[in-house]
């Protein structure tokens, strides 16, 4: 048994802010300047006491899933940087996607790995402070098993068949 490594596990984010930027994305890799970036999985139940039982119960209804990036360090040119950057400056959210690659998995075939891509709403949350940081937070909705094919700087997601959660 082999204990998983954090750079084993992989963010990429749409960067792209045109028209046609879902069919045609552009992914960076977030990473460069950030020393945290943990995904939240709070849960929604539903917990209830019928009046004929003595105990009550609990029924799981769904994950809202997010990240909280804190104190992301503003390298010039480093592109996601630039696409937050792009955000703070008009005052908006980023609707775009995000895919998350565990290259501990593979399927056999090199450059494919596991991987989930997930519709995100990004939102600036602080800016600057002492040390040109920004501060952001992911809501991560529709997740979508699949396979990433990573080849240079390209990647491309295959959903897998059946399985959208």
Same mark, same amino acid.
């Given at each position: ?13 749409? &960067?792209?802010?045109? =028209?046609?930027? =879902?069919?045609?994305? &552009? ?5 460069? @300047? ?11 139940? /539903? ?7 003595? %105990?009550? *119960? ?14 992301? !360090?503003?390298?010039? @040119?480093?592109?996601?940087? *630039? ?5 703070? !400056? ?5 609707? %775009? ?11 056999? =075939?090199? @450059? ?6 997930? /519709?995100?709403?990004?939102?600036? %949350? ?9 501060s952001y937070d992911i809501d991560y909705s529709?997740?979508? =098993? ?5 080849? @240079?700087?390209?990647? %491309?997601?295959?959903? /897998?068949?059946? &399985?959208?959660?």
């Amino acid at each position: 048994m082999r204990q998983l490594q954090r750079h084993e596990f992989q963010h990429f984010i749409n &960067t792209a802010t045109t =028209t046609g930027a =879902t069919e045609n994305p &552009t992914w960076k890799q977030e990473g460069e @300047g950030v020393e945290s970036l943990s995904v939240t999985f709070s849960t929604t139940k /539903d917990t209830f006491k019928p009046i004929i039982r003595a %105990t009550t *119960e609990t029924v799981f209804q769904n994950y809202q899933i997010s990240s909280s990036i804190s104190g992301k !360090r503003c390298y010039e @040119g480093e592109e996601i940087y *630039e696409y937050l950057d792009e955000l703070r !400056r008009k005052a908006i959210s980023g609707q %775009t996607q995000l895919i998350e690659i565990d290259t501990a998995k593979t399927n056999g =075939t090199a @450059g494919n790995y596991q991987a989930v891509m997930y /519709d995100v709403l990004i939102t600036i %949350t602080e800016w600057l402070g002492e040390n040109a940081t920004i501060s952001y937070d992911i809501d991560y909705s529709n997740p979508k =098993t699949g396979i990433a094919t990573v080849s @240079g700087s390209s990647i %491309t997601f295959t959903e /897998d068949a059946g &399985t959208s959660l």
